[in-house]
């Protein structure tokens, strides 16, 4: 029980239990819980959910290595002549491209799930993960663990919604995962699409919103008006019934001036907006000439 409330608190806390802690039989050579490592025995963790590294960030980190050293150990585990990595890759990495043939390690004893529960943990909790690989981390442990969402909301201090939300991502077509992966669109955009039901209106409404950089709330009203065109009827047709006198013929006569159907809406306190609809670049510079007077 001790280990799950220290998982939940984040790896830092895992780390403050490792006063005393008995070595197994590969380790007792080591003399303290912090041994120095030569880099070239230690592995990355194949688990490791970042899948991308910042390389300008890790050259600044392995400058400021070159001038102080690691601050922090890393955390490995030993595996048979080797180390693997648990935590701090970055640190790892930028070790090495400053040229350091060893570091400072906390060495754990620990098996392959608290490896991952470990990795996850330090990642969510010290660095920003993008959406899908926080996703697909969250999805590999509950596959390898067998571990409930709750169980995850315990080990990782976030809601079951919070989980959900995130594992709903991978749903989303591959095309839009990877404009989620790289920034392209945010969580906002990509937990507005899932209202969608096919993944070709998925697709199409991403297009959209990267062609015309809608706000996640344009993108929310435009999912409600697929999924209940009457409803947007409806409104339209209130709409229609609230425009006073000389919004109606305004409407009409520059619509006519305009050759294109100008759409006018207004609330009960009088705030609106003036819609004119364009098919193409050329109809819509002749509706700007039009509007200038040329």
């Given at each position: 029980?001790?280990?799950?409330?220290?998982?939940?608190?984040?790896?830092?806390?895992?780390?403050?239990?490792?006063?005393?802690?008995?070595?197994?039989?590969?380790?007792?050579?080591?003399?303290?819980?912090?041994?120095?490592?030569?880099?070239?025995?230690?592995?990355?963790?194949?688990?490791?959910?970042?899948?991308?590294?910042?390389?300008?960030?890790?050259?600044?980190?392995?400058?400021?290595?070159?001038?102080?050293?690691?601050?922090?150990?890393?955390?490995?585990?030993?595996?048979?002549?080797?180390?693997?990595?648990?935590?701090?890759?970055?640190?790892?990495?930028?070790?090495?491209?400053?040229?350091?043939?060893?570091?400072?390690?906390?060495?754990?004893?620990?098996?392959?799930?608290?490896?991952?529960?470990?990795?996850?943990?330090?990642?969510?909790?010290?660095?920003?993960?993008?959406?899908?690989?926080?996703?697909?981390?969250?999805?590999?442990?509950?596959?390898?663990?067998?571990?409930?969402?709750?169980?995850?909301?315990?080990?990782?201090?976030?809601?079951?919604?919070?989980?959900?939300?995130?594992?709903?991502?991978?749903?989303?077509?591959?095309?839009?995962?990877?404009?989620?992966?790289?920034?392209?669109?945010?969580?906002?955009?990509?937990?507005?699409l899932l209202g969608l039901e096919t993944k070709e209106e998925q697709i199409k409404l991403m297009k959209t919103i990267i062609e015309k950089e809608l706000s996640v709330?344009?993108?929310?009203?435009?999912?409600?008006?697929?999924?209940?065109?009457?409803?947007?009827?409806?409104?339209?047709?209130?709409?229609?019934?609230?425009?006073?006198?000389?919004?109606?013929?305004?409407?009409?006569?520059?619509?006519?001036?305009?050759?294109?159907?100008?759409?006018?809406?207004?609330?009960?306190?009088?705030?609106?907006?003036?819609?004119?609809?364009?098919?193409?670049?050329?109809?819509?510079?002749?509706?700007?000439?039009?509007i200038e007077g040329v």
């Amino acid at each position: 029980m001790a280990k799950k409330e220290a998982l939940g608190r984040g790896l830092g806390a895992l780390l403050q239990n490792m006063e005393g802690q008995e070595l197994t039989n590969n380790t007792k050579s080591i003399a303290a819980e912090i041994a120095t490592i030569p880099i070239e025995v230690i592995e990355p963790n194949p688990n490791q959910p970042r899948t991308e590294f910042d390389q300008e960030a890790l050259e600044e980190l392995a400058q400021s290595i070159k001038q102080y050293g690691i601050i922090v150990p890393v955390t490995v585990s030993k595996i048979g002549a080797t180390y693997q990595l648990i935590a701090g890759e970055r640190r790892y990495r930028a070790a090495k491209l400053a040229g350091l043939t060893a570091i400072p390690a906390y060495i754990r004893v620990v098996t392959k799930h608290e490896i991952m529960e470990m990795a996850l943990v330090e990642n969510i909790q010290r660095e920003d993960l993008n959406p899908i690989e926080t996703a697909l981390t969250l999805q590999a442990l509950i596959e390898e663990c067998n571990f409930t969402q709750e169980q995850m909301s315990e080990r990782i201090g976030k809601s079951r919604s919070t989980i959900t939300n995130f594992l709903r991502l991978l749903k989303l077509p591959a095309d839009v995962q990877i404009n989620l992966r790289n920034g392209v669109i945010t969580m906002g955009h990509a937990r507005a699409l899932l209202g969608l039901e096919t993944k070709e209106e998925q697709i199409k409404l991403m297009k959209t919103i990267i062609e015309k950089e809608l706000s996640v709330r344009q993108v929310e009203a435009i999912v409600g008006n697929i999924k209940n065109p009457q409803l947007q009827k409806q409104k339209i047709g209130t709409d229609k019934k609230q425009l006073p006198e000389f919004h109606t013929d305004f409407k009409k006569s520059i619509s006519s001036k305009l050759g294109t159907s100008v759409e006018v809406t207004r609330s009960m306190r009088g705030k609106g907006n003036i819609i004119i609809p364009f098919s193409n670049d050329e109809d819509f510079q002749r509706i700007v000439a039009i509007i200038e007077g040329v």
